[in-house]
C-alpha cells in the first residue's frame, strides 16, 4: 500500500492540475480510491441548502443521492463542522446504509472558513478501517478541494 504522504502528494498534484472544481474532485476520488485498498467506496456531498448532494464518486451506486442535514453519519458530520470515524457502521444508530458489505466509514467536511462546502465520504469494507492517519490526509484533500471550490487558488 502507497504511504500516506505519497498519495497526498499524488492527489495535491492532481488538484492543482485541473481546470476545475468539478474536475479536481473527480481526480481526488479516484487516486483515493484506486491507491488505497481499504477504501471500497469513495465519494464527494456537496452542500445544497439543508441538503446534502451527492457528486463524484466510485463504487458501488448510492442509494442515497441526496441526505438531509442532521441524518445518516454524513449529516452528522455537516452538523458538527468536524470529521466522524466509526468503526462499526453496524453499531452506529445514526448510520444510513449503502452496502451491506460496509463495516467503517469516514466523513470529513470540506470548509471554506467557517462554513460546509460539502465532504468527502468513505467506506470500508473492513471493520475499522480508518485512524489518524486517514483523518490528517483526508482533512488535507478536504482544504486543497475547498481552495479550488472557493476559487482561492486560481
Ligand atoms: N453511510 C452514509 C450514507 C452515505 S453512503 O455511505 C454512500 C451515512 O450514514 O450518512
Known amino acids: 500500500m502507497p504511504s500516506h504522504e505519497h498519495v497526498l502528494s499524488e492527489i495535491t ?6 481546470p476545475d472544481a468539478t474536475r479536481a474532485m473527480r481526480a ?7 491507491r488505497m485498498p481499504d477504501y ?6 456537496l452542500l445544497d441548502g439543508n441538503e446534502l448532494v451527492l457528486g463524484p464518486f466510485e463504487g458501488k451506486p448510492s ?8 441524518c445518516g453519519i454524513c449529516g452528522a458530520a455537516a452538523a ?37 462546502l460539502g465532504e ?13 492517519t486517514d483523518q490528517k490526509m483526508l482533512e488535507a484533500v478536504a482544504a486543497l478541494l475547498a481552495e479550488r471550490m ?3 487558488s486560481r
Open 28 to 34: 481526488a476520488v479516484s487516486t483515493l480510491k484506486r
Open 150 to 152: 472557493s476559487g482561492a
Open 80 to 116: 458538527e463542522k468536524a470529521t466522524i470515524i466509526v468503526d462499526d457502521v453496524n453499531a452506529d444508530p445514526r448510520y444510513l446504509a449503502c452496502s451491506i458489505d460496509t463495516k467503517s466509514e469516514i466523513v470529513v467536511p470540506i470548509m471554506a472558513g467557517n462554513e460546509v
Open 40 to 45: 471500497s467506496w469513495v465519494g464527494i456531498y
Open 13 to 18: 498534484g492532481q488538484v492543482r492540475d485541473q
Open 120 to 132: 468527502i465520504d468513505i467506506d470500508s469494507d473492513r471493520l475499522a478501517a480508518f485512524d489518524a
Open 63 to 70: 442509494p442515497h443521492g441526496r441526505i438531509p442535514l442532521g
